[in-house]
């Protein structure tokens, strides 16, 4: 049996605004896990499609959302992949999305490091995994606190 690759490290990322997104992540990989902080703004369904798309045909694997409007963020990327699969047929994974709207910022750090990890071998074997604060640099902080606690606390057990 073969092992299990180890997990990529979780690069912790501030942006300004959600327009500069997808220009900000860094492409290294084929697949990548997302989670994205951010204060949506009342918009349209069809302009967050828009945004988001461009992530979904990159490979966004497992995306989870956190902040006001995290489920219409979250709707918006389930509908981008249902979209894509309209054009092009199946993927070659299934790509997972989560809110958390009920949660803490910490508690949403804490479910992406522990749950937000894809399980199709081709992910595992080529992912990045990014959590984004979009125009707040104190959730980019708090986003980097709870990540090295998660750390200090796995490296106790």
């Given at each position: 049996m073969e092992a299990t690759p180890p997990?990529?490290?979780i690069e912790v990322l501030f942006v300004n605004s959600i327009d500069e997104l997808v220009a900000r992540l860094p492409y290294?990989?084929?697949y990548f896990t997302l989670l994205l902080a951010w204060d949506a703004p009342e918009i349209p369904q069809s302009d967050l499609i828009k945004i988001f798309r461009p992530l979904v045909d990159r490979g966004?694997?497992?995306?989870?959302?956190?902040?006001?409007?995290?489920?219409?963020?979250?709707?918006?990327?389930?509908?981008?992949?249902l979209e894509k699969q309209r054009e092009f047929g199946e993927s070659d994974f299934f790509q997972m999305t989560t809110w958390h709207k009920n949660d803490t910022l910490e508690e949403a750090v804490w479910f992406f490091v522990n749950c937000a990890i894809p399980s199709e071998d081709n992910v595992v074997a080529d992912w990045d995994r990014f959590a984004v604060s979009i125009g707040n640099p104190?959730?980019?902080?708090?986003?980097m606190r709870s990540l090295a606690a998660i750390r200090e606390e796995q490296q106790d057990d």
């Open positions: 997990l990529p490290e290294r990989r084929s966004l694997a497992y995306f989870c959302s956190w902040g006001k409007g995290c489920e219409e963020v979250h709707d918006a990327v389930d509908l981008s992949d104190d959730w980019t902080a708090e986003m």
